[in-house]
């Protein structure tokens, strides 16, 4: 938070500068406003958060949106931002009242995030149609989903097929009623691209083409809050084989397991 308060006085500053008051901001070159604008990006998506506060949904909002005050302010800041648009990470957010079917058809096609509030027990059914929406567009979608648990049984079956550019998976609410839940992606489902996987109350089978082909997985945490999604430890070792970029693993349980096993 330090580093996100300081790139932001850095901006304030030049703008509140006592040259700013007799200089247009107009005189500085395309590159310089530029780097203004790379500066002020917020943290990277994925990056220095607690997994906590990801998984409860709504995140995305407050970093991913970064950018759309500053592509309002005149013609000239919008052509810049949309012109390095793949420099900046710019992403488009799905997310509780967002008109997604409008978002799409007027805005550029942008990669998708997917972040719904988790812990909203009540749901808009504009929103449930946002989501399906979205999951639809899957060369789009960068970051999902944050579903709530309402409404999760019935949308993760629509996470099926490849999702070429999907780098973050993280889903599975923080909630008691999650408690009682033992979810099942598809088995058709793969994100060969994923690269931070985080999955709370799922069962996830040998056969399933998401850890066979996630093989440029950083982060895996798996967090079992029910039996029924408890596996043997030689499928977690036969999983990890197949990740050689590895490097955090996390796993919880909410239950007793077998002595041996732990």
């Known amino acids: 938070m330090y580093t996100i308060n300081l790139r932001v006085d850095m ?7 006592p040259l700013a008051h007799t200089t247009s901001i107009h005189i500085l070159d395309d590159d310089s406003i530029f780097n203004i604008f790379y500066l002020y990006r917020q943290v990277v998506i994925g990056e220095d958060e607690d997994y ?17 005050t500053l592509a309002h302010v005149c013609q000239r800041w919008r052509n810049l931002i949309l012109g390095s648009a793949s420099y900046l990470g710019l992403c488009l957010v799905c ?16 990669p998708l995030v997917i972040d719904y509030n988790a812990e909203d027990p009540d749901i808009a059914a504009e929103d449930e149609e946002g989501i399906i929406l979205a999951l639809k567009q899957r060369d789009r979608v960068r970051f999902g989903p944050g ?15 490849e999702y070429p550019i999907l780098e973050y998976l993280i889903t599975g609410p923080l909630t008691e009623e999650s408690g ?83």
Do not use: C
């Open 11 to 17: 901006v304030h500053g030049l703008l509140n500068s």
């Open 52 to 68: 906590e506060v990801r998984l409860a949904g709504g995140w995305a909002w407050y970093h991913e949106r970064w950018w759309y």
């Open 95 to 110: 997310t509780n009242g967002t008109p997604v079917v409008d978002m799409l058809a007027h805005s550029p096609p942008l």
């Open 147 to 161: 579903i709530p648990v309402s409404t999760l049984r019935k949308l993760i079956m629509a996470i099926d097929e």
């Open 180 to 262: 009682s839940m033992a979810l099942r992606l598809p088995t058709t489902f793969q994100a060969p691209h994923l690269r931070h996987l985080t999955l709370l109350g799922f069962t996830l089978l040998i056969r399933s083409r998401l850890l066979t082909t996630a093989v440029g997985l950083v982060s895996f945490s798996l967090f079992l809050n029910n039996p029924a999604t408890y596996f043997e430890p030689n499928t977690l070792l036969h999983w990890i084989s197949l990740m050689p970029q590895l490097e955090t693993l996390m796993i919880g349980f909410s239950f007793p397991i077998p002595r041996r096993d732990l």
